[in-house]
């Protein structure tokens, strides 16, 4: 079965750091393309960054300089650094499965929540 | 980026109406339209991806169409369980972006 999983949320002072996990099985995350989305307490989602197969990069500009996304292909996980948080990062943060051929996210987890504040 | 406009931004109907959800994005991105349902306390579910093709176990009642700047969400015959928001997403540029939803409620 395709399954992501994501850890590592809690509540963080602002201006710190975490690191988000999206562990998957079913599939190698070096062969299809991962994505964070998130959503604030009751927003829409928010697109927040991808990592391709072949490593490349991107991110969406409120987080740009402040998130960084890798993977480590040995322990088929994805990861979400996020540094300097704000109260605007609050949020539940999904990991999801891109479809290599058709742009879309097919599979998603249950995601992670993220609260910043002192 | 690429905004996407959704609505309505809400909307009541009756088990059995037909209903329709209406996307449009604020330049041209062909047919890179998906669009996903989400319940309350639950992950998006990707229902319909290149504009009109349906993912695989979602019922037929479901179906898309348009292409360019103007998409539409189409449940032929509501049941109880379609109440949800529903997102369209354009994938047409890498920095991904989503419309504000539509709250779709059962009268």
């Known amino acids: 079965e395709v399954q992501l999983v994501e850890s590592g949320g809690g509540l963080i002072q602002p201006g710190g750091s975490l690191r988000l996990s999206c562990a998957a099985s079913g599939f190698t995350v070096s062969s299809n393309y991962v994505t964070w989305v998130r959503q604030a307490p009751g927003k829409g989602l928010e697109w927040v960054s991808l990592i391709y197969s072949g490593g490349s990069t991107w991110y969406a500009d409120s987080v740009r300089g402040r998130f960084t996304i890798s993977r480590d292909n040995s322990k088929n996980t994805v990861y979400l650094q996020m540094k300097s948080l704000r109260a605007e990062d609050t949020a539940v943060y999904y990991c999801a499965r891109g479809d290599n051929v058709g742009d879309y996210m097919d599979v998603w987890g249950k995601g992670t929540t993220v609260t910043v504040s002192s | ?107």
């Not at chain 2, 998906?34 to 992950?43: H, R």
């Not at chain 2, 369209?88 to 504000?100: E, L």
């Open chain 2, 1 to 107: 980026d690429i905004q996407m406009t959704q609505s309505p931004s809400s909307l009541s109907a009756s088990v059995g109406d037909r209903v329709t959800i209406t996307c449009r994005a604020s330049q041209s991105i062909s047919t890179y339209l998906n669009w996903y349902q989400q319940t309350p306390g639950k992950a998006p579910r990707l229902l319909i991806y290149g504009a009109s093709s349906l993912q695989g176990g979602v019922p037929s009642r479901f179906s898309g169409s348009g292409s360019g700047t103007d998409f539409t969400l189409t449940i032929s015959s509501l049941q109880p369980e379609d109440s949800a928001t529903y997102y369209c997403q354009q994938s047409y540029n890498t920095r991904y972006t989503f419309g504000q939803g539509t709250k779709l409620e059962i009268k």
